[in-house]
């Protein structure tokens, strides 16, 4: 279960406003952290606390393909981003380091800056607790949710490795 409170962005959040190019030269993840939504929200990092959710409308992580984005929202302590729609390839590069992603237009239309969210990944249900509505998204399939609970692709391969 995730729980945390809401930032919110618009349409067509591209991974240069996730994470400035400028950073591209970095892989510590602390330290994109440090500079995850700067160029959008320059409070961001400031406000952010572990277990946040940020939310937008359509198109986030759209751009680049490089996994910086979803790496920098993780670290930062971004526990999952809810969306009206996420560019596949960041789509598929959040699943592989652990990041959950959740599409629920409805969700999005009906939460607010600063609402307190709760989400079961397991359900794909999403309630806004602030407003008292629930709303669902599809829930990943049995081997997405592996790689989420593991926290990676990486680690979710090391560990049936061991098997």
């Known amino acids: 279960m995730l729980k945390g409170h809401v930032f919110k962005y618009g349409a067509n959040v591209d991974t240069d406003a996730i994470i400035p190019a400028r950073y591209l030269n970095v892989s510590d993840p602390y330290e994109l952290s440090r500079h995850c939504m700067e160029d959008i929200d320059l409070d961001f990092v400031k406000r952010?606390?572990?277990?946040?959710?940020i939310v937008a409308t359509t198109n986030f992580g759209c751009g680049s393909s490089r996994e910086h984005a979803p790496i920098a929202i993780k670290a930062s302590g971004v526990s999952a981003v809810v969306a009206k729609s996420f560019a596949r390839i960041f789509f598929r590069n959040?699943?592989?380091?652990?990041?959950?992603?959740?599409?629920?237009?409805e969700a999005v239309d009906a939460t607010d800056i600063g609402d307190e969210l709760e989400i079961d990944l397991e359900t794909g249900t999403i309630r806004n607790l602030t407003k008292?509505?629930?709303?669902?998204?599809?829930?990943?399939?049995?081997?997405?949710?592996?790689?989420?609970?593991?926290?990676?692709?990486?680690?979710?391969?090391r560990e049936r490795l061991k098997k």
Do not use: Q, R
């Open 94 to 105: 959040a699943i592989n380091i652990g990041l959950p992603l959740l599409e629920s237009p």
């Open 48 to 53: 952010v606390k572990p277990g946040d959710i």
């Open 132 to 157: 008292g509505k629930t709303f669902k998204a599809a829930p990943y399939p049995e081997f997405m949710s592996g790689i989420i609970n593991a926290g990676g692709l990486i680690d979710y391969t």
